[in-house]
């Protein structure tokens, strides 16, 4: 029998300020390929609900996956019931303004639907991208792997929201490891799932995917006779797939409010950032503009509300190098008085959305400026592509990233290939190094699935987009001894 969400809230007797359900129903099918043998192919499907009441100015969470009325009611009252007993401790007071009505659909954008290829074929074409991969003998491993998922989210309360949302998501990962004697080098498509899209099977356009993966197995062979990458300070020019997870660390997290006014702490951790940064901080210098955009059609996290009901809408975090507004929801915006955006996000049925980030991109240049010109204005630097490793502090502060594949650049040109690249920095002094962005045609989109936060854990996905960027005097270093 279907599940009736809107006869369900209508059934639940509880003396409530206010009753939200969200009804999420999600299917993954995952491929995994290793040296031209399937590894696994499997399927996994997920249905329950939320339940959300506001009781004595308090939320209260309680899910449930037997979807009858009776065990509705049920979750509903462990709902209230934790609601009044938190009431007791309460740092804040909320009210139904922080869960306004909403009503609106939003579907992600494809080309090819999910039903296009069988599993048959997707399997033969992850097979011919290991065997597209395996471009010499010194490579030792070669992998394919995908990720498609179909998401719908229902959402309806007792003040009238009625929001429905559907998803498709595909997520790709191809690698090769090459070897020869003590060196060891691995080269992927972008860095680990990076390749995360709202899309359908057009992503697995055989001639495009079969290109990235000779070129993956020739640049990981190519690695092994490589120089080391000096260390030293010098001029840096990320590509976007890197950019990807120096936005994602030293932007994403430490505008989180949450982590901001403490709640993740203990887990995930804090930030350098103080409410009264927000209007007076100069995080970065004057051509950084970062947006959070859950409206960009095909990015990975784009969507028309967040989880609560909040319209999804463009905003500025940063502009010209200031701080401005935090990634935080409704209830975080109360309680810090500070601007956030539509981030209250949940990764299932089964957790209460927390404020996580979503499409977080950095804006291009409006001046023409190509890779080539970027590179061009370099007399001496490093570009580095893909990440492959990361450590930053608790604070969101001090960090240090890995890539996967660089090229010196001298006089204005790429010119030899350099293995095990890094760099490290200080947030803000590292954006505030920032020298040049590139235009529209140097910008990438990708992603990733496993941003991690909250207790209980939630994994969710991101959305990450940027031009290709140049840095000044930044500490860079290889593996040498």
Known sequence: ??????????????????????????????????DSKPQSN?????????????????FGYASTNHLDLANIQ?????????AIAASKWAVYAFTEAQRPKAT????????????????????????EICDTLHTSDKIVKTSAYTVVTETEIKLASTNGSDIYQ????????????AQEGNIIQSRGDNGQLARCNQAGMEVFERTEVLNRAKQIGEQAVELLSAEECPTTTTNLVLAPDQMLLQIHESVGHPLEIDRILGDERNYAGSSFVKLSDFGNLVYGSEIMNITFDPTVKGEFASYGFDDV????????????????????SYESQVRSQISGVASARACSWNRPAIDRMA???????????????IIGNVERGVYMQSNRSWSIDDYRNKFQFGCEYAQLIEDGKLTK???????????NQFWRSLKQIGDRTTMEVYGSPFCGKGEPNQVIRVGHASPVCLFENIEVFGGAS
């Open 359 to 373: 499409n977080l991109n950095l804006e291009p240049s409006e001046t023409p400026s190509s890779l080539n010109d």
């Open 309 to 328: 009901g909040m319209t999804a809408t463009r905003e500025y975090l940063i502009k010209d190098g200031m701080l401005l507004r935090g990634l935080g």
């Open 104 to 127: 609106g659909q939003y579907f992600s954008p494809f080309v090819k639907p999910s039903d296009l290829l069988t599993a048959k074929e997707i399997n033969e074409l992850l097979i």
């Open 42 to 58: 499997s399927k996994s499907h997920t249905h329950g609900v939320m339940i959300e009441v506001l009781a004595n100015g308090q």
């Open 417 to 427: 290939t350099l293995r095990n690249p890094n760099y490290r920095g200080i947030t």
């Open 74 to 82: 049920l979750a509903a009252e462990r709902a209230y019931q934790q």
């Open 166 to 177: 559907k998803f498709l998501l595909v997520s790709t990962d191809y690698g090769a490891t």
């Open 1 to 34: 029998m279907q599940f009736d969400l809107k006869a369900a809230l209508e059934s639940i007797r509880l003396p409530a300020t206010w009753i939200g359900l969200r009804e999420v129903t999600e299917t993954s099918t995952t491929r995994y390929v290793r």
